[in-house]
T-cell receptor, first 112, second 114 residues
Framework: DTAVSQTPKYLVTQMGNDKSIKCEQNLGHDTMYWYKQDSKKFLKIMFSYNNKELIINETVPNRFSPKSPDKAHLNLHINSLELGDSAVYFC???????????FGPGTRLTVL | AQSVTQPDIHITVSEGASLELRCNYSYGATPYLFWYVQSPGQGLQLLLKYFSGDTLVQGIKGFEAEFKRSQSSFNLRKPSVHWSDAAEYFCAVGASGSARQLTFGSGTQLTVLP
């Protein structure tokens, strides 16, 4: 069973479109994250949710809107996609009593 | 603010040779330190972690890392590299707040020669 899953794995779209990426974890964790990996493979935190509440919101354009319908899911919606949004987006989760994050397989977003 | 430096962008070793990947961190308190590995087209897999206690930590796949507070380092080592170890390796430090978000280094690409 996959612990942290993301859909889709690949996403190719045109500039200006709106798209969503979904993340689900079956580990019973309370905290979930979105990280962005750019073309140089640099990974940076975007958002973090704890029990459906936003607790970290890094300097990310407000075109990016995370949503957590329940503590097992964290989705990322992106409006008006730009070329610079092309990246791999990773979801991760962590249990309350642990400092270890478990990562999903990533979603490669390509904006044309 | 915390930061992580991986000074080697790319390392090439022969199969069977030993390996050391360098990681230096900047953090005000006792850090939570991690090494993750990313194979091509894959997600991030945790190799090992250090929170406290014994400064030499063992991980999966025969990797180990040593925490040296005086040098602000957490270098990853493996005595004998296998071809399947070729991948990107990331060192990370965890924040102490409620989110515990990770700050990653820029990664080291490992190539293994036959």
């Amino acid at each position: 069973d996959t612990a942290v899953s993301q859909t889709p794995k690949y996403l190719v779209t045109q500039m200006g479109n709106d798209k969503s990426i979904k993340c689900e974890q079956n580990l019973g964790h309370d905290t979930m994250y979105w990280y962005k990996q750019d073309s140089k493979k640099f990974l940076k935190i975007m958002f973090s949710y704890n029990n459906k509440e936003l607790i970290i919101n890094e300097t990310v354009p407000n075109r990016f809107s995370p949503k957590s319908p329940d503590k097992a899911h964290l989705n990322l919606h992106i409006n008006s996609l730009e070329l610079g949004d092309s990246a791999v987006y990773f979801c991760a989760s962590r249990g309350t009593t642990s400092d270890t994050q478990y990562f999903g397989p990533g979603t490669r977003l390509t904006v044309l | 603010a915390q930061s992580v430096t991986q000074p080697d962008i790319h390392i090439t070793v022969s199969e069977g040779a030993s390996l050391e990947l360098r990681c230096n961190y900047s953090y005000g308190a006792t850090p939570y330190l991690f090494w993750y590995v990313q194979s091509p087209g894959q997600g991030l897999q945790l190799l090992l972690k250090y929170f406290s206690g014994d400064t030499l930590v063992q991980g999966i796949k025969g990797f180990e890392a040593e925490f040296k507070r005086s040098q602000s380092s957490f270098n990853l080592r493996k005595p004998s590299v296998h071809w399947s170890d070729a991948a990107e390796y990331f060192c990370a430090v965890g924040a102490s707040g409620s989110a515990r978000q990770l700050t990653f280094g820029s990664g080291t690409q490992l190539t293994v020669l036959p």
